[in-house]
């Protein structure tokens, strides 16, 4: 059982654990894998949820990057002879 436990988590099934049944020693080293096996999924749960967290935020900053600058200049665009210049490099 302790080989078939290992060997599923080894292959990807992070849910595989080793039933601990007396308090030999067999069983406590099944104990500290099933700790390390929880740690482990938890880890990886973290890590994906960060990840789509990153991916969410990636794409939101990149839409607010191109769309506001290119609406504010259309809307602007009529007004463009009316605002004063407040800096004129060609006048000195």
Not at 30 to 51: C, H, P, Q, S, Y
Request: hydrophobic share 45%; proline share 5%; glycine share 4%.
């Amino acid at each position: 059982m302790i080989i078939k436990a290992i060997r599923q988590f080894q292959q990807g099934n992070l849910n595989a654990r080793i039933a601990v049944r007396n308090n030999n020693e067999l069983d406590m080293i099944g104990l500290v894998f099933n700790e390390m096996a929880d740690t482990i999924a938890r880890n990886i749960t973290e890590l994906k949820e960060t990840d789509e967290f990153r991916k969410e935020l990636i794409g939101n900053v990149s839409h607010d990057l191109r769309t506001p600058l290119p609406m504010n200049l259309l809307i602007l665009t009529p007004f463009r002879h009316s605002i004063p210049r407040v800096w004129d490099p060609a006048v000195k």
